[in-house]
């Protein structure tokens, strides 16, 4: 590995002068008068340790483009006179980062307890432009991005180092952990061998460089990106101390090429040693955090990874208190379930802007159990001279501290049934999007229905199921593509079954219904937590017209995943059957 770290580095010398590398220390970039830091945020009360749980501060996504400023940079941020923070379709900039990372140890250097998360993607995106593509031979074609790749989490890695030593008096050792990311692949989601992956290799090397794990750790971590580690809360008040599983929930992507499209059961054996840990926490009395980057959420990892993650969860939900993981750049929150058989998860929102959110990070405490009492958000300022104290997820939103699973699910609902207007929704948007609401943001990531469909789908079929239905005629504008996946065999249906039984029916069993002026959701076998019994305003019936060809084949406007079918022993009266 030592190998071929330094071949890295060759190749990144001789080609730095042709990709214009610009990886440089703060010093350096300050020397370039560049602006200073923005503004730190005061300590608040609310975000000021109690002295009776622990807290963790959690970051995500920086995604260090040392290019930034110039043409090689990702996005708009080309030229010497690009925002030094950064904007839209940008990824991090070295004083962006920078200034939240002094922000974090700010807040962090009241507190003798706390315990950091790095949620991956430390590297830009796109870094794979700058391999050599007139080779086949991995390695030299990727040598030169694999190099950068080190040294941008060098400069990462060395920055927290830094902060550390500067905190020694207070937080005793540098008590960092680092999951690993589908940016941190190179090329992204890409690994070239399941165990001790070149990218995964240089990735580890640096954190141990710099002290942020130790010589044990590194070697388990490298093999196949995942390690475990016991925290402790300094000053003792926990009940027990935490076994926190830094997981690669890269394995499990939906753009992951290494698990042959979810063909291989187990990548790299994590879900049984995932196992393994939990009765080891068990036997000890410990309780179970789960990290990493890729947050299990439909359409980020493969169908049938959720469905293994879920009853692996739930056969040792005596022992996991919680879960956090990233990737989507936003804060949000998903129930695997709608009670409380599964720990929650929490997405960490990112620190790049490069999706339009703002940045931001989170500060989290826990109860005596390791479970979440409330999440209190730190963002930059709209005019991003300071970082602001946010809201606290938890007590501003009236929900029960612990937080659990059932509380959420129940709470997405609840959201489910206001006006995109009402004044809960707007403040968690505001939230979701990383302080305030952008008019500057996608579709998918204002969109109550689709925001919220992703925080509770369980697959793929279900979440593109409740997106497409959100207006009439979705399904025509996003979806076309989608219309020769949604022809039929005419001998799967019998022409004598009566319209009125006609419904949809998607991959996971549910059932949309044409009934009395509007679609209801339901499951058929009435086992599935999702969307249950979710009514569908009266103006959006029309998504649930067919039209029944001579031949008896099907079709619609496309709704991806999902076909017509029928059903004699559906109670569906008065259907909206036009043609």
Same mark, same amino acid.
């Given at each position: 590995?030592?190998?071929?770290?330094?071949?890295?580095?060759?190749?990144?010398?001789?080609?730095?002068?042709?990709?214009?590398?610009?990886?440089?220390?703060?010093?350096?970039?300050?020397?370039?008068?560049?602006?200073?830091?923005?503004?730190?945020?005061?300590?608040?009360?609310?975000?000021?340790?109690?002295?009776?749980?622990?807290?963790?501060?959690?970051?995500?996504?920086?995604?260090?483009?040392?290019?930034?400023?110039?043409?090689?940079?990702?996005?708009?941020?080309?030229?010497?006179?690009?925002?030094?923070?950064?904007?839209?379709?940008?990824?991090?900039?070295?004083?962006?980062?920078?200034?939240?990372?002094?922000?974090?140890?700010?807040?962090?250097?009241?507190?003798?307890?706390?315990?950091?998360?790095?949620?991956?993607?430390?590297?830009?995106?796109?870094?794979?432009?700058?391999?050599?593509?007139?080779?086949?031979?991995?390695?030299?074609?990727?040598?030169?991005?694999?190099?950068?790749?080190?040294?941008?989490?060098?400069?990462?890695?060395?920055?927290?180092?830094?902060?550390?030593? +500067?905190?020694?008096?207070?937080?005793?050792?540098?008590?960092?952990?680092?999951?690993? @990311?589908?940016?941190?692949?190179?090329?992204?989601?890409?690994?070239?061998?399941?165990?001790?992956?070149?990218?995964?290799?240089?990735?580890?090397?640096?954190?141990?460089?710099?002290?942020?794990?130790?010589?044990?750790?590194?070697?388990?971590?490298?093999?196949?990106?995942?390690?475990?580690?016991?925290?402790?809360?300094?000053?003792?008040?926990?009940?027990?101390?935490?076994?926190?599983?830094?997981?690669?929930?890269?394995?499990?992507?939906?753009?992951?090429?290494?698990?042959?499209?979810?063909?291989?059961?187990?990548?790299?054996?994590?879900?049984?040693?995932?196992?393994?840990?939990?009765?080891?926490?068990?036997?000890?009395?410990?309780?179970?955090?789960?990290?990493?980057?890729?947050?299990? /959420?439909?359409?980020?990892?493969?169908?049938?990874?959720?469905?293994?993650?879920?009853?692996?969860?739930?056969?040792?939900?005596?022992?996991?208190?919680?879960?956090?993981?990233?990737?989507?750049?936003?804060?949000?929150?998903?129930?695997?379930?709608?009670?409380?058989?599964?720990?929650?998860?929490?997405?960490?929102?990112?620190?790049?802007?490069?999706?339009?959110?703002?940045?931001?990070?989170?500060?989290?405490?826990?109860?005596?159990?390791?479970?979440?009492?409330?999440?209190?958000?730190?963002?930059?300022?709209?005019?991003?001279?300071?970082?602001?104290?946010?809201?606290?997820?938890?007590?501003?939103?009236?929900?029960?501290?612990?937080?659990?699973?059932?509380?959420?699910?129940?709470?997405?609902?609840?959201? /489910? @049934?206001?006006?995109?207007?009402?004044?809960?929704?707007?403040?968690?948007?505001?939230?979701?999007?990383?302080?305030?609401?952008?008019?500057?943001?996608?579709? @998918?990531?204002?969109?109550?229905? +689709?925001?919220?469909?992703?925080?509770?789908?369980?697959?793929?079929?279900?979440?593109?199921?409740?997106?497409?239905?959100?207006?009439?005629?979705?399904?025509?504008?996003?979806?076309?593509?989608?219309?020769?996946?949604?022809?039929?065999?005419?001998?799967?249906?019998?022409?004598?079954?009566?319209?009125?039984?006609?419904?949809?029916?998607? @991959?996971?069993?549910?059932?949309?219904?044409?009934?009395?002026?509007?679609?209801?959701?339901?499951?058929?076998?009435?086992?599935?937590?999702?969307?249950?019994?979710?009514?569908? +305003?009266?103006?959006?019936?029309?998504?649930?017209?067919?039209?029944?060809?001579?031949?008896?084949?099907?079709?619609?406007?496309?709704?991806?995943?999902?076909?017509?079918?029928?059903?004699?022993?559906?109670?569906?009266?008065?259907?909206? /059957?036009?043609?």
């Amino acid at each position: 590995s030592t190998r071929l770290f330094l071949v890295g580095l060759l190749w990144a010398a001789a080609a730095s002068a042709a990709v214009g590398l610009n990886i440089e220390s703060e010093s350096q970039q300050q020397q370039k008068g560049l602006p200073p830091p923005a503004k730190k945020s005061s300590v608040s009360s609310s975000t000021r340790g109690t002295g009776t749980t622990a807290k963790m501060y959690m970051l995500s996504d920086v995604h260090y483009d040392a290019y930034f400023g110039t043409p090689n940079a990702v996005g708009s941020c080309t030229s010497s006179w690009s925002p030094s923070f950064g904007q839209m379709t940008c990824d991090g900039s070295l004083p962006l980062i920078t200034s939240a990372f002094d922000d974090v140890f700010t807040q962090a250097s009241q507190d003798s307890n706390s315990i950091f998360l790095l949620l991956g993607d430390v590297l830009r995106h796109n870094i794979e432009v700058f391999a050599n593509n007139n080779t086949n031979d991995y390695y030299q074609q990727y040598a030169v991005p694999l190099a950068i790749a080190a040294n941008s989490t060098n400069v990462i890695a060395g920055m927290i180092k830094d902060r550390f030593s +500067k905190l020694s008096a207070v937080i005793p050792h540098p008590n960092l952990l680092g999951a690993l @990311g589908n940016n941190d692949c190179v090329p992204h989601y890409f690994m070239e061998k399941m165990k001790n992956a070149a990218a995964v290799v240089n990735f580890t090397e640096v954190f141990l460089k710099n002290g942020l794990v130790s010589q044990e750790e590194q070697s388990e971590w490298q093999q196949c990106g995942y390690f475990s580690r016991l925290v402790n809360a300094y000053n003792g008040v926990q009940t027990g101390p935490a076994l926190v599983l830094n997981i690669n929930s890269v394995f499990y992507a939906d753009q992951a090429s290494i698990n042959e499209n979810g063909a291989i059961a187990d990548p790299c054996g994590q879900f049984a040693w995932m196992t393994a840990q939990m009765q080891v926490a068990r036997s000890k009395g410990y309780k179970v955090i789960i990290i990493g980057h890729v947050v299990p /959420m439909a359409k980020k990892w493969l169908d049938n990874y959720i469905a293994t993650y879920i009853t692996l969860l739930q056969a040792n939900n005596d022992v996991i208190s919680s879960q956090f993981f990233s990737h989507t750049h936003m804060f949000t929150f998903v129930t695997l379930t709608s009670d409380d058989s599964t720990a929650p998860v929490f997405d960490v929102p990112s620190i790049s802007p490069v999706d339009g959110n703002n940045p931001s990070y989170v500060a989290v405490t826990f109860d005596k159990d390791w479970r979440v009492n409330e999440i209190h958000h730190h963002y930059l300022s709209q005019d991003q001279s300071s970082w602001v104290v946010g809201q606290t997820f938890g007590s501003d939103y009236s929900l029960p501290s612990p937080l659990t699973t059932s509380s959420l699910y129940n709470f997405a609902q609840q959201l /489910m @049934g206001v006006d995109k207007k009402d004044p809960t929704w707007q403040q968690f948007l505001a939230l979701y999007q990383g302080g305030f609401v952008s008019s500057a943001m996608d579709y @998918g990531n204002k969109d109550k229905l +689709k925001v919220l469909c992703k925080m509770i789908s369980t697959s793929e079929a279900a979440y593109e199921f409740a997106g497409a239905i959100k207006t009439p005629y979705v399904c025509v504008r996003e979806r076309e593509r989608e219309r020769e996946r949604m022809k039929w065999e005419s001998t799967e249906y019998n022409n004598e079954i009566p319209r009125s039984a006609l419904l949809f029916r998607g @991959g996971k069993g549910f059932l949309v219904g044409i009934q009395n002026s509007e679609c209801t959701l339901k499951n058929k076998n009435k086992t599935s937590d999702n969307f249950r019994q979710l009514k569908l +305003k009266k103006q959006l019936r029309v998504v649930c017209v067919v039209r029944l060809v001579a031949d008896v084949q099907l079709w619609t406007a496309s709704l991806s995943l999902f076909r017509l079918d029928f059903s004699p022993n559906l109670p569906i009266n008065q259907p909206y /059957m036009q043609r």
